[in-house]
């Protein structure tokens, strides 16, 4: 039997005519660049969200650039933000011209430790950038109240984790901006790169609906100097086809989470591979356990075809390109060691009880043989 980490033809089949009927549309209109599917699928998500305003962009990478860019952030201003990310979390930052500011995870959430956030702060601090990684809600009360203490602002990276709820409100709307990403493997993935800042704050939407297209709100005039960071229409009419379903994909994302807890616990294993609980809100983009053992146990996996992937074996602060910031092993022992431990499981919507029992058998074989 063969399990991929993930399978996104089998998903195609199920939506391929209102997808096709999508994409043509956008030929017979030859609207590429914003225009009505576009403009429809910002309200779309806008309303899934709850947010007041949705502004599409090329990447969940360039929602966070311009999600920066338009709060204010500066050269030379510090930016704090978590070491276990993908790395444009960081990227990001460093684009605009400030400073990442590591702070060390929760070992359980493998989101930014809230208790350790006070300790980073130093005057030039500007902003926090919490990551709701895998699809799990970051514990924001903490930051948004130190944040405004400090008048700092903060920016969710929620590019893993769209439809995730915090207190029963979605992700990305609960602090100055979110940021989307649409990237394939996403939960809501398009056919290419995607991106989408949401924001309640009326001016922010504004400074970002400018700065995609060079910072013009009239034909060649340029107020600010922006990008080129638009979100293309291909991407808005295959997504507006896609969102339709994504709370489906979401309730089955979490089913296949239990079953896997159901799995591993009955084989014994919970505790120790650290089984991700199902915690409210969690939309698992990504289903991660821990293993001392990791890098044998993927190999081990492969050799049965079951895909599994590290997100992600090194830490920002390790990266070579941050070897300037000074930061050196030991200083965020919880990413280290996450960075050390973690592997991925096939959680897609269409991977089947049979797949997954598969994998849970061959885990148990590998520690049991
Ligand atoms: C946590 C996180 N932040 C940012 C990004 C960047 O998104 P994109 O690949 O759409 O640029 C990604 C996804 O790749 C991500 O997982």
Known sequence: ?????????????????????????????????????????????????????????????????????????????????????????????????????????????????????????????????PVHLYGRPADLDPILALASGEGLAVIEDAAQAIGASWHGKRVGTLADAGALSFFPSKNLGGFGDGGMVVTNDAALAAKVRRLRVHGSERRYEHIDIGINGRLDALQAAVLRVKLAHLDEWTQTRRRNAQRYVDLFTRAGLYEMLAVPSLVDGHVFNQFVIRSKRRDELKTFLASREIGTEVYYPIPLHMQPCYRHLGYGEGDFPEAELAARETLALPIYPEVTETQQAFVVEMIDQFYHS
């Open 1 to 129: 039997m063969r399990v991929p980490l993930l399978d996104l033809k089998l998903q195609y089949q199920k939506i391929k005519p209102d997808v096709l009927q999508a994409i043509h549309q956008v030929c017979e209109d030859q609207a590429f660049i914003l225009g009505p599917h576009v403009e429809a699928f910002e309200q779309e998500i806008a309303k899934y969200l709850g947010a007041a305003h949705a502004i599409g962009v090329t990447s969940g990478t360039d929602a966070l650039l311009l999600a920066l860019m338009a709060a204010g952030v500066n050269p030379g201003d510090e930016v704090l933000t978590t070491p276990y990310s993908f790395f444009a979390t960081a990227g990001s930052i460093s684009r605009v011209g400030a400073v990442p500011v590591f702070v060390d995870i929760d070992p359980v959430s493998y989101n930014l430790d809230p208790s350790k956030v006070e300790a980073a702060l130093t005057p030039k601090a500007r902003a926090v950038i």
